[in-house]
Structure formats: structure tokens, C-alpha cells
């Protein structure tokens, strides 16, 4: 059996079920699969050493997570033009070529909404969040047809350079504006880390959720955030962040092994089996 060695590079990252997903993916496609937590603080390194032994330890790769997903870009060859103009990377491969970035929140994100929602289009929508995973779901919501997408983020300066980034494709208006946008909106994105473990509360001032939207979290553990909470007291389809965290992983693995489970309700149940992993 082929072993496989990966790892998820990432601050708050003790919740994660990565390692669950690729080994279990691992084993329905005869692998096998070990996943390490990295953490650079614990490791007494920095996130540049910490990638330098994955790379150097001849693993096979790995995923990158809060707050490295932008800084990576610059230490990987990212060959795809549209990951490139996204400017943010969650899964590298290593390979004798070298580390080359790749974008699968950006293509989960894309198969999670029409997994949930079909072809209807996600409307004019307020995404609240302008860093890593925040770029990748908005040219997601391009690559959807978003009819517009107005940037909320307390960095206005770092929501400028993705709006531009946005506005460059040409396919859809893009503003930066503050909460005041939120009524109205058809669709609302969190993608901030407000409503994960260690980070309280939620990015959508309370009463101020626009009434019978859609609505997605990027944050999936605890799958129970106050965005959830405030979305679906204002009627929203709720979109979990768990729906991301799953179809992105699925292509992760791909890019990782060349593989693909064949029954991916069968590693969806296995996900959600208490006895592996309680669901917060």
C-alpha cells in the first residue's frame, strides 16, 4: 500500500478534521494516508521553516490555512492563471519540480453552493472578509454568476486591492462598502474567522440581516456560529462551512494522490460518525 504524507500548516488548527478526511479518503482508495497538525508557534519555528521541512522531508504536500494562505504564494509556482489572480493558495504539492499552489476553497466553494442551491444565481451578495479564504470564494461567486459583490472588511485598504483584483476579471460590479450594505443583499458570505473556536461572535451586527437571503459561514467548527444563528432567524438558506471544508478536501486529495473516492456519501457518512469525531 502506498503511503502518503501530508499535513495542515495553520494557527488555530487543533478542531480541524483534515486529518480525518484524507485518511479516511485514504483508505476507500487504498492508500495509506497520514495527516500531521503543524502549528509554527508550538514548533518554536516560523511558517517559512515550518514549509521548508515539509518540503524538505520529501512530504508529499500539504494544506495552508489561516494566516498563511497569502503569504504562501510567493514560496510556491502556482501555474493555473485564475489561481493566480485569486493571490491566495490552501493546498501545495511537492513534487521534483518543485512546490506548485493550487486553490481548492475556491473550486469547493464553487461545488458546495451548486450542491446545495442548483443553478440559481447568488444575486447581488455582501461577502464579509477580504483575506485568503475570502478572495477564493469571491471569483467562486464570479465564476456563479454573482450579479454584484460588495466587500465588507474593517481593512478597507486590503478590500480595495481584492476589489480591484475582482474588477480586473470584468465580469461583475464590485464595491467596498461597511455593514450598511447588508440590507438587500440576496446572498451573505462570512468569511472572516469570527464563529470558530477562539475567535467569538459574528461579523453581521445583530437585527441587521437582510430577511430571506442565502447565506453562507466559512467557519465549520463549531458548525453551530452565531452567523448560522442570526441567518436562519432572518429566513436565509443556510449553507455550512462543513459543505466547503468537504468538497474542498475531496479536491485536495485528488491533487495529493491522483485519486478520488467513488462514493462520497459514504466519506460524508464516515465524516459524521460520532464515534470518530463528535460534530460541536
Not at 493546498?91 to 476553497?105: E, P, Q, W
Request: net charge neutral; charged share 20%.
Amino acid at each position: 500500500m502506498a503511503a502518503i504524507r501530508l499535513g495542515l500548516i495553520g494557527d488555530n488548527i487543533r478542531e480541524s478534521r483534515s486529518p480525518d478526511l484524507h485518511r479516511l479518503a485514504g483508505a476507500m482508495t487504498g492508500l495509506d494516508v497520514s495527516y500531521d497538525l503543524l502549528i509554527p508557534a508550538e514548533m518554536g519555528l516560523g511558517f517559512k521553516e515550518v514549509f521548508a521541512a515539509c518540503r524538505d522531508r520529501a512530504m508529499t504536500g500539504v494544506n495552508v490555512t489561516l494566516p498563511y494562505k497569502e503569504r504562501v504564494v510567493e514560496m510556491v509556482r502556482v501555474d493555473d492563471p485564475a489561481i493566480a489572480r485569486i493571490g491566495s493558495v490552501n493546498t501545495v504539492t511537492f513534487a521534483s519540480g518543485g512546490a506548485r499552489g493550487f486553490n481548492t476553497d475556491y473550486s469547493g466553494f464553487v461545488s458546495a453552493y451548486r450542491h446545495a442551491f442548483g443553478d440559481a444565481a447568488p444575486g447581488r451578495v455582501a461577502l464579509i472578509g477580504a483575506g485568503g479564504v475570502g478572495r477564493a470564494i469571491a471569483f467562486g461567486l464570479l465564476a456563479l454568476g454573482a450579479a454584484e459583490i460588495v466587500l465588507i472588511d474593517t481593512d478597507r485598504a486590503r478590500a480595495g486591492v481584492l476589489a480591484a483584483a475582482l474588477s480586473a476579471a470584468g465580469v461583475a460590479p464590485v464595491r467596498v462598502a461597511g455593514p450598511e450594505a447588508l440590507p438587500g443583499a440576496d446572498g451573505v458570505v462570512n468569511a472572516t474567522p469570527l464563529g470558530m473556536v477562539g475567535y467569538p461572535g459574528s461579523p453581521v451586527p445583530e437585527g441587521a440581516f437582510p430577511k430571506g437571503s442565502w447565506a453562507f459561514d466559512a467557519v465549520y467548527t463549531p458548525v453551530a456560529t452565531p452567523f448560522r444563528t442570526q441567518a436562519l432567524a432572518a429566513g436565509a438558506r443556510f449553507l455550512s462551512g462543513w459543505e466547503l471544508f468537504f468538497f474542498q478536501g475531496v479536491d485536495a486529495f485528488a491533487l495529493f494522490t491522483g485519486r478520488r473516492p467513488d462514493d462520497l456519501m459514504q466519506l460524508r457518512a464516515a465524516l459524521r460518525d460520532p464515534r470518530l469525531h463528535p460534530v460541536v
